[in-house]
């Protein structure tokens, strides 16, 4: 996954979150149907996707405001409203500390659940403080908002960042007829040089020599062929004789 959030494959990190304990998730010990779905990972999200993304290397930090905050708000259809920091938009902002450390685990979260997946995971980058919609709900590892709080936001169906490039790519797939004007000339027959023309005639084109069993092609079968007519046909031979002698000529003892 890591590879393919900076290649635009994935556009957005999401956190999945719906805290269990293990008392519950063991709902499916038996049958793993019966699990109940999703784990705790809002609190954790940003710093393992840093951690992964920016300090291993693979994105930058434009990349990661992108998948973190400013695509899920266009697929959403709230941009520019939401995931930039613009007049008039709501006034949702991470103060972030990019060297700061923390170590998850899930004696220190506040999320639910008693476990956490990231346990002892030393990441890099921490939020120092987190405003939303003007108001400080978290700042130095304390949270200071209220239940109730939230806002219902209306969306507007069939968002242009995800939609507009299937518009596109249905355009692009449209098959289109090519105008011709027919051929009304004499039509020449290519045949195999050397053969005689039989039925129906066959293509001038290269061949190779067939497959064995198993479709693997036969290496020790030449395709060479000295069969037919050569190029050297009319030189006239040359008279020859073979010498019974060793290389240097023939030697005898000297006595």
Known sequence: MSFCLPSDTLNIVASDHRPFTTKQKAMGK???????????????????????????????????????????????????????????????????????????????????????????????????????????????????????????????????????????????????GVDRTPYLGDVAVVVHPGKKEMGTPLADTPTRPVTRHGGMRDLHESSFSLSGSQIDDHVPKRASARILAPPGGRSSGIW
């Open 30 to 176: 038996e049958d793993f149907t019966k699990i109940p779905h999703g784990v705790s990972g809002v609190q954790d999200r940003m710093s393992v996707v840093w951690e992964r993304g920016v300090v291993g290397g693979k994105m930058d930090e434009n990349r990661f405001v992108a998948i973190t905050s400013s695509n899920a708000a266009k697929i959403l259809n709230l941009y520019p409203r939401k995931g930039r920091i613009i007049p008039g938009a709501d006034a949702d902002v991470v103060v972030w500390d990019p060297e700061a450390t923390k170590t998850i685990s899930a004696s220190t979260q506040v999320q639910g659940g008693d476990f956490n997946l990231y346990e002892n995971m030393r990441c890099h980058g921490v939020p120092l403080v987190t405003i939303s919609r003007g108001r400080v709900v978290y700042e130095n590892g304390v949270f200071m908002c209220a239940e109730g709080t939230g806002k219902f936001c209306p969306l507007r169906s069939f968002p242009d960042t995800v939609y507009k490039k299937l518009v596109q790519r249905e355009k692009t797939l449209k098959v289109k």
